[in-house]
Each structure stands twice: as structure tokens, then as C-alpha cells.
């Protein structure tokens, strides 16, 4: 950011009623240019305001827009301005000349445009105003001229405007129009966004004789460019939104705009010439053009993007916050500790009411009661906290108390409900505003409310009474049930029935350890065909279960017949391989001769037998 004064001998703001242009010129350090940093055809938006001595932003020095080097839109500048070139008309008075693009701009451009675009959220109308100082009017500046306004806007936009309510009219350089007929101009809605005047009918020579180019001139002169010299004067091209756009939906859509393509909304103006083809009188008047090419007119270019302004910085636009009245200089309207963004934008929830608000789903601790006497449930509905938009280094807190009271219900759960709001309320609490932060609750649940096997189910509310959200957590009444499955095996009784134990305090204890004849008793799992008993499966219990006995199988394996084998001695033995009816049995071998091995492994066994304590009568051994 900069800033210069204004002064007589910075912008000669003494000089009231004359034409006036100052370039305001940014050098770049150490010889850079736009080129050498890749800046030349990257959009550079930049913004001014003048500034009063009592530190105040003055509304009519408020402007904005982009540089861009490469800009397609701005051909080449002539060297001479007064001569102009293949694409500007020159610049200066007038002669006799018979052709239009050699004529002048009579000084009709002599005083630089500006321009602004605004949105006005009561009408969903976006203004793009033009103001600018001529030195002469305009009938006056060219005896021959019609002029065309050219107007680049983004093409995303066309889907949001009625292109069929465009208008234009000289009008106040707020944009609001007063002329007494507005023209209604033609706007392609399937179009580029390249918009022009020469498009339209009412405004346009194309094919037209000199009866045509006078009619377009007076219309013009008294509907777009009229003013009084040494005067600002405006023109204002409103581009009205189509009905069924809510301002929610538009803001939304700048939103996304913005962010997804990184720039602002940019538009762009400028001005050009055009003459009757051919005349069969008065040349000099006249101007016939022969067809050639309409010249832009220079000075005429200017840009400005749709300033869509945040204040407050809470993620409204501030034509939003003046529509549905919240403050727009307030991040927080209701003072709930919710940004008005997030409750307009994304909650769906009323930012000027405190008791409107989204709440968090309730987190329960208590996880069993009991059905016949007096119980409590407890939990948190802990309130979010939301950094501030403004700084985000610091959160915002709720500064009203009618934040306060969170309502927290308890309902008989129903599966696979969702919603609460038709049944019957069991019991309920509110959390106060002094405890609104943690938001620690405890609902008291009277005898007989629930009965055995009911599930309780919590849901809390805004202080309004909606908003609801439903926990996920259960609360068990009465106490929760663990069946224990013998699964094939018996208790000490020498029964299998089942038997029941409640859990207490979420940890269940087996009445007893079964058995079984030849097999192993493991514990206990959630299936009747484990092969394993699960860790911690009578621990942590919430819902009632249903457990069943592990058993391992104690009968030795049969071990497959091994054929015998004879081999002379200093032979090898063919490799034998020992196999069981049961591929989990740990295989001992014993008693194998000298140079004979078992790998239990590979579960073979290799070798060479080795004797040395032969007898002198033996021949053979086994």
C-alpha cells in the first residue's frame, strides 16, 4: 500500500470545471519490469480511495481495477495521439475531413473514464457506470460519429442474468440511471460475455443511411451522453438477475468464482467509432467510412471488478447483511458466538436471533440405568467455538446470554429413527449459559419412566427449541444380559443349559468354566465356531451378548503307517515323510539310528544309518 496527497501540484485539485488527467506512475525496483517477473499477461487488481483529513474514506474517490500488460482488449497506443492509427481514431478538433477514420474525437475523450461496478442486493441489480469529463459534447465533438459502448464481462455471469432486462442510460455516477428512455439492449445469453452497443438495434448504424446514422445520434446524445460541460457526466449499463436468483445463491456464486479462478469479476469498457457507409451529399458532414473497421476511441478503456465487499470479514458480502439486516460492521449480529457467515451461509440458522444456532450431538457418559428407581444420565453438549473471521487469532465467545439454555431431551429410542421431534419427550434438562462452554447436562430420569430392555436415546436443541441432533450413544435400562453358551460342553451340574449373568459396570464374570470330555476348555468368543478365544469379550459391554464356549481337541493323532525300509549299509534311506490326521499336532520322533534325523519342520525324516558295534555273527538289524 501507498499513498500520495492531493494537492495542486500532485493532481490539480484546484483546478474546478476544466479537464484535468494525471498518470499516476509505479516504478519497479532494480530495473524489473512486468516481463522479466511473468507478470505481463497476469490480471494485477489494485484498488484506491481517497481519504479526507478527518481520516474518512471519501465515497466519490472510491475506484478499482486491474493492470495487464498483454491485454487483448488494448491494441497498441498510436505514437501520435492526435493522428491516431489502424485502430484509434485521433484526438484533437476537427476539419472537413470526408473520411470518419480520419476524423477526431473532437476532445469528446479528453477527459480520462473511470468506471465501477456495484450491486444493488434490493433490485439484484449489478450497475457498471462509466464516468468521465469531455471537453465537448457529444454531437458537437464529430458531426459524423456514432459511438459504440464495448463491454467484456465474465462470461460465468450470463447465467445468473436476466439478458433479457439489460439496460443503459446516462445516469449519477452511483449508476442510478436518469435517462428518460433507457435503452434496452441485446445480450446473447449463450454468448462470450463480449457485449456492444452495435448489436442493438436502436443504437446501431450497421447497413443503415444517414436518416439511420441522426436517428442513432440524437438517441445517444439525449439518452447517454448528455451533460453539461466542465461537468462529470456517467453512463450506466444494469444488469438485472434473473427472479428466481436469491441473493444467497449470487453471493454464493461470487464466492466460488473468486476463490476457484483466483481473480475478482472483472469488467472491462471502452468506446468506438463507427460511420455511415456511403452518402450521396455532404461528405465533409457526413463522413462515409467506406465499411472500414470501427476505431477505438482513445482514453476510453477502462476497467473496474464487481466490488463485492465483506466489512466485517464474517463471510457475508455486505449487500447480503443489508438485505437480511444483520450488521455488517458485527461478525457475530446475535452475539451467540457463531459467525454470520457460517449461520446464514452454511447452518441455515437466523444470525440475528442468539437462540438459533447449531448445538453438537450429545456425548453421554452414562451408558445403563435401572428401571425402577430414580436415575440420572450425563454427558456434555460442549458449545463450538469458532475462531473470529476478523482475527483469527482470537475465538469468538457467546456474548448473549439467550445462547444460553441449550435443551437436551431423552426419547425411548426407536431404530433406525432420526427424528425425534413426534415423540414423546421422557424427561429433559437445559444447560445454562454460565456452562455453556462445557456444557455439562445431567437429565434426572424418574422411576418407572423406562422399563427393562428399553433403550434411552438423547437429543439436544438450539435454546429455540430446533435444530435437533441425536447422539450416538444408547443408554440401557435395566441390566445388560451376557448369555453364556456351553457349546458343547457341560457346567459342573452336568447340564448345558444356558445360563445368564448380568454385566456390571460393563464387565461381565462367567458363572463357571465348563468342560468338555477330550478337549480343552480356551475361553469364550462371539461365534460357536471359533477356533480362539477373544480378548476382552466380557469387558466393555454396552449391549446385551450372547458368548459361547472355545474348546481345543484333546485326542492324541493317529500317526499314518510307515512302511519299513532295508538298506545296505553306507546307503541312505529313502526320505519319509510323517503325517497325522490332525495338521496341528506337534510330531515327536524318538530312537532313530545313528546318521537318521527327524525335521520337524519339513516333518521328514533323512539319513544314513551308521553301526559300528556289529557283532561278529550279525548281519542284519533293525
Known amino acids: 500500500m501507498w499513498k500520495v496527497p492531493i494537492n495542486i501540484t500532485t493532481f490539480k485539485s484546484g483546478s474546478i470545471g476544466s479537464v484535468t488527467n494525471t498518470d499516476v506512475v509505479i516504478k519497479l525496483k532494480n530495473g524489473k519490469t512486468l516481463d522479466t517477473l511473468g507478470l505481463a499477461s497476469k490480471r494485477i487488481d489494485f484498488t484506491t480511495v481517497w481519504v479526507r483529513r478527518?481520516?474518512?474514506?471519501?465515497?466519490?474517490?472510491?475506484?478499482?481495477?486491474?493492470?495487464?500488460?498483454?491485454?487483448?482488449?488494448?491494441?497498441?497506443?498510436?505514437?501520435?495521439?492526435?493522428?491516431?492509427?489502424?485502430?484509434?481514431?485521433?484526438?484533437?478538433?476537427?476539419?472537413?475531413?470526408?473520411?470518419?477514420?480520419?476524423?477526431?474525437?473532437?476532445?469528446?475523450?479528453?477527459?480520462?473514464?473511470?468506471?465501477?461496478?456495484?450491486?444493488?442486493?434490493?433490485?439484484?441489480?449489478?450497475?457498471?457506470?462509466?464516468?468521465?469529463?469531455?471537453?465537448q459534447n457529444f454531437l458537437q465533438a464529430n458531426s459524423a460519429w456514432v459511438l459504440y459502448i464495448n463491454e467484456v464481462i465474465p462470461q460465468e455471469l450470463l447465467q445468473y442474468i436476466d439478458t433479457n432486462n439489460v439496460r443503459l442510460g446516462v445516469s449519477k455516477s452511483n449508476g442510478n440511471i436518469t435517462a428518460s428512455s433507457p435503452?434496452?439492449?441485446?445480450?446473447?445469453?449463450?454468448?462470450?460475455?463480449?457485449?456492444?452497443?452495435?448489436?442493438?438495434?436502436?443504437?446501431?448504424?450497421?447497413?443503415?443511411d444517414w436518416d439511420k446514422v441522426t436517428q442513432v445520434r440524437s438517441?445517444?446524445?439525449?439518452?447517454?451522453?448528455?451533460?453539461?460541460?466542465?461537468?462529470?457526466?456517467?453512463?450506466?449499463?444494469?444488469?438485472?438477475?434473473?427472479?428466481?436468483?436469491?441473493?444467497?445463491?449470487?453471493?454464493?456464486?461470487?464466492?466460488?468464482?473468486?476463490?476457484?479462478?483466483?481473480?475478482?469479476?472483472?469488467?472491462?469498457?471502452?468506446?468506438?467509432?463507427?460511420?455511415?457507409?456511403?452518402?450521396?451529399?455532404?461528405?465533409?458532414?457526413?463522413?462515409?467510412?467506406?465499411?472500414?473497421?470501427?476505431?477505438?476511441?482513445?482514453?476510453?478503456?477502462?476497467?473496474?471488478?464487481?466490488?463485492?465487499?465483506?466489512?466485517?470479514?464474517?463471510?457475508?458480502?455486505?449487500?447480503?447483511?443489508?438485505?437480511?439486516?444483520?450488521?455488517?460492521?458485527?461478525?457475530?449480529t446475535d452475539g451467540d458466538g457463531v459467525p454470520d457467515g457460517q449461520e446464514y451461509l452454511t447452518d441455515h440458522t437466523d444470525p440475528k436471533n442468539a437462540k438459533s444456532y447449531l448445538v453438537v450431538k450429545p456425548n453421554v457418559t452414562t451408558t445403563n440405568i435401572e428401571a425402577n428407581s430414580p436415575?440420572?444420565?450425563?454427558?456434555?453438549?460442549?458449545?463450538?467455538?469458532?475462531?473470529?473471521?476478523?482475527?483469527?487469532?482470537?475465538?469468538?465467545?457467546?456474548?448473549?446470554?439467550?445462547a444460553g439454555n441449550v435443551i437436551v431431551k431423552a426419547y425411548k429410542y426407536i431404530a433406525d429413527n432420526t427424528d425425534y421431534t413426534t415423540q414423546p419427550v421422557k424427561a429433559q434438562t437445559t444447560i445454562p449459559y454460565s456452562d455453556l462452554t462445557a456444557g455439562n447436562f445431567t437429565v434426572n430420569i424418574p422411576a418407572g419412566t423406562f422399563s427393562d430392555g428399553d433403550k434411552v436415546?438423547?437429543?439436544?436443541?438450539?435454546?429455540?427449541?430446533?435444530?435437533?441432533?441425536?447422539s450416538d450413544t444408547k443408554v440401557t435400562v435395566g441390566a445388560i444380559k451376557v448369555t453364556f453358551d456351553t457349546n458343547g460342553g457341560k457346567w459342573s451340574d452336568g447340564t448345558d443349559t444356558d445360563k445368564v449373568v448380568n454385566a456390571v459396570g460393563g464387565t461381565a464374570t462367567q458363572?463357571?468354566?465348563?468342560?468338555?470330555?477330550?478337549?480343552?476348555f480356551l475361553g469364550w468368543a462371539s461365534s460357536a465356531t471359533a477356533t480362539a478365544a477373544e480378548t476382552n469379550i466380557l469387558t466393555n459391554i454396552t449391549d446385551a451378548k450372547e458368548v459361547f464356549a472355545v474348546w481345543k481337541d484333546n485326542t492324541a493323532p493317529v500317526?499314518?503307517?510307515?512302511?519299513?525300509?532295508?538298506?545296505?549299509?553306507?546307503?541312505?534311506?529313502?526320505?519319509?515323510?510323517?503325517?497325522?490326521?490332525?495338521?496341528?499336532a506337534t510330531i515327536t520322533v524318538s530312537n532313530l539310528p545313528n546318521g537318521v534325523t527327524y525335521n520337524p519342520t519339513t516333518k521328514k525324516i533323512t539319513g544314513t544309518p551308521s553301526i559300528t558295534d556289529w557283532t561278529p555273527t550279525e548281519e542284519t538289524r533293525e
Do not use: C, H
Open 54 to 135: 478527518d481520516g474518512k474514506a471519501d465515497k466519490g474517490g472510491y475506484d478499482n481495477g486491474f493492470i495487464l500488460k498483454n491485454n487483448p482488449n488494448v491494441p497498441t497506443l498510436p505514437t501520435n495521439s492526435s493522428t491516431g492509427n489502424s485502430d484509434y481514431l485521433g484526438t484533437g478538433l476537427n476539419d472537413l475531413n470526408t473520411d470518419g477514420t480520419q476524423s477526431k474525437d473532437g476532445n469528446f475523450s479528453g477527459g480520462n473514464t473511470g468506471k465501477m461496478v456495484t450491486y444493488d442486493a434490493p433490485t439484484k441489480t449489478i450497475k457498471s457506470i462509466v464516468s468521465f469529463k469531455p471537453d
Open 183 to 208: 435503452i434496452k439492449l441485446v445480450v446473447d445469453p449463450n454468448g462470450n460475455g463480449v457485449i456492444s452497443t452495435k448489436d442493438t438495434p436502436e443504437l446501431s448504424i450497421v447497413g443503415g
Open 219 to 332: 438517441t445517444l446524445d439525449s439518452q447517454v451522453f448528455y451533460g453539461a460541460l466542465g461537468q462529470r457526466r456517467s453512463y450506466t449499463i444494469e444488469y438485472k438477475l434473473k427472479s428466481n436468483v436469491t441473493n444467497q445463491q449470487f453471493a454464493e456464486a461470487l464466492n466460488n468464482y473468486i476463490n476457484t479462478n483466483g481473480k475478482q469479476l472483472n469488467f472491462e469498457s471502452w468506446l468506438t467509432a463507427d460511420f455511415v457507409d456511403s452518402t450521396p451529399a455532404f461528405p465533409n458532414i457526413r463522413k462515409p467510412d467506406g465499411g472500414k473497421p470501427n476505431k477505438i476511441i482513445q482514453n476510453t478503456y477502462t476497467n473496474a471488478f464487481l466490488q463485492v465487499l465483506d466489512t466485517d470479514k464474517d463471510g457475508l458480502y455486505d449487500f447480503v447483511e443489508d438485505e437480511i439486516g444483520t450488521d455488517k460492521f458485527n461478525v457475530d
Open 375 to 402: 436415575q440420572t444420565i450425563v454427558g456434555t453438549v460442549p458449545k463450538t467455538i469458532y475462531p473470529n473471521p476478523a482475527n483469527t487469532s482470537t475465538n469468538l465467545t457467546a456474548t448473549n446470554t439467550d
Open 457 to 470: 436415546i438423547l437429543v439436544a436443541y438450539s435454546p429455540d427449541g430446533n435444530n435437533p441432533m441425536v
Open 511 to 520: 458363572p463357571e468354566e465348563p468342560t468338555r470330555d477330550g478337549y480343552q
Open 559 to 584: 500317526i499314518t503307517t510307515i512302511t519299513d525300509q532295508t538298506v545296505v549299509e553306507g546307503n541312505p534311506i529313502n526320505e519319509i515323510t510323517v503325517t497325522t490326521d490332525d495338521p496341528n
